[in-house]
């Protein structure tokens, strides 16, 4: 399967039957995201009818790891491996002419986002805000480019105010605004889920996420310059917005419902002036309702890959990672490992932290442990684990300042060994077994009414 754009993965999900369409008319206040939320896992949504908008809405791309396996084109299995290899063995980009971009066919100087159909979502949010939209960047000193997803709330017709974490993208911000220099960005609105994974891999300063997603989508990924910033930004996608990240500028921004299922408080952040847009001739806007498997699992996945890359590092026998739902698939990690020396789980641990800050409490397992199995990893931790002997507690850590329990980020780590001790006997943990049991029918064998 070969998809380059949000339009032929939709193509996928109708052939699926994994995307449903609603002609009803709809609110952008609330209706959208509460209709989104009652299909998370199962389907996409497709609003033909928004309310004073003429364009479409879509939410619910991939609601699943299969959706994603899908896109990318692997087994399930095999979705965070291949991230990972991505990440590993990045891929060269293509400049192409603007004649040959899609969302070069409107080109407009002029920015009004009320024309654009921008949800509100939750009760207390601050207003419309951008969740799926891509931000390209580039260090105002080497050049080099990266991807980040922001939420991106709407202040006036050319204004955003943006939350920017500490990681690469306020790394370029505090060295323009040293300078008293603006920052080229740029937003990408309607883009497939390869893109959209991509933008969220765990990778080093300096490393352009564009080449992990030519790595994924085995081809170059075909880029056109900006009209108004110095920035290459995806030919396919539906909608571009350019602009300029401005410096010491300040506006209220928030609150805004966030993954952890709580408010991110409104403060003085960031604002982005407009200065283009750029969109296809009739776009679809693509929205993320917040705390969904869609939002949830692009944040895991590619965290995922660039986690196991780094504990590979300093375990090589770990086999895989999981980051849990319960753990809003960013603050708790379960890593399997084939142990062959007693250290190697507490090495896996600290491995992870290192990788993500984000990353609060670790649980290491056997290979004969389901890591996306919760149950399993529970058993494993009532009977592998002893406090005493297998914990380990880190305080005040670098966290995510939208963990509402850290204190301003300062978050506390919390490591779990629950593989079982070197040198034990085999028989004493080993799992009980039925043979056979695996390919019996019970409805074979149940009697008909």
């Not at 692009?298 to 753990?327: C, S």
């Not at 708790?332 to 491995?351: L, R, T």
């Amino acid at each position: 399967m070969s998809i380059k754009s949000l339009r032929d993965w939709l193509d996928v999900l109708k052939g699926d039957g994994l995307i449903k369409t609603v002609s009803r008319e709809v609110n952008l206040k609330y209706e959208i995201a509460g209709l989104g939320k009652k299909a998370d896992g199962k389907y996409a949504l497709l609003f033909n009818n928004v309310a004073g908008a003429g364009i479409p809405v879509v939410t619910g791309l991939a609601g699943t790891r299969a959706m994603f396996a899908k896109a990318v084109g692997v087994p399930t299995e095999k979705l965070v491996e291949a991230v990972s290899a991505a990440q590993a063995s990045p891929c060269d980009f293509a400049i192409i002419d603007k004649s040959q971009a899609p969302v070069k066919e409107v080109v407009e100087l002029s920015v009004d986002l009320g024309k654009l159909p921008i949800p509100v979502h939750h009760e207390k949010d601050g207003g419309p805000y951008i969740t799926a939209g891509v931000l390209i960047s580039k260090d105002p000193e080497t050049g080099a480019g990266n991807l980040s997803i922001h939420r991106l709330h709407v202040l006036g017709p050319n204004r955003l105010g943006i939350l920017i974490l500490p990681r690469h993208l306020s790394h370029f911000y505090r060295k323009a605004e040293a300078q008293g220099k603006p920052l080229d960005v740029a937003i990408a609105i309607g883009v497939d889920p390869i893109l959209l994974l991509a933008s969220q891999a765990i990778a080093p300063l300096g490393f352009d996420e564009y080449t992990i997603a030519s790595a994924l989508y085995d081809r170059p990924l075909e880029l056109v310059p900006g009209e108004t910033v110095d920035l290459a930004v995806p030919a396919h996608a539906e909608i571009v917005l350019e602009g300029r990240l401005l410096p010491d500028v300040r506006e209220i921004e928030g609150p805004f419902g966030e993954y952890p299922k709580y408010y991110g408080p409104a403060s003085p952040k960031p604002v982005i002036e407009l200065t283009a847009i750029t969109t296809r001739r009739n776009p679809i806007f693509h929205t993320i309702v917040p705390a969904t498997m869609e939002h949830m699992l692009l944040g895991a996945i590619p965290r995922e890959g660039g986690m196991l890359q780094v504990i590979k590092g300093a375990v090589p026998n770990a086999l895989a990672v999981h980051l849990t739902p319960g753990g809003t698939c960013r603050y708790h990690a379960v890593i399997a490992i084939d142990k062959q020396n007693e250290g190697e789980a507490k090495n896996a641990m600290f491995a992870a932290f290192a990788s993500s800050q984000e990353v609060k409490r670790v649980v290491v397992v056997d290979k004969d442990v389901d890591i996306f199995d919760p149950v399993d990893v529970e058993w494993a931790i009532a009977t592998r684990f002893q406090a005493g002997r297998d914990l380990v507690v880190v305080s005040d850590a670098l966290g995510n300042k939208l963990d509402p329990s850290s204190n301003d980020g300062l978050s506390d780590k919390l490591g779990i060994d629950a593989t079982v001790p070197c040198g034990s006997d085999p028989f004493r943990f080993e799992k009980i077994r039925i043979p056979g049991e695996k390919d019996l029918n019970l409805d074979a064998y149940i009697d008909k009414p």
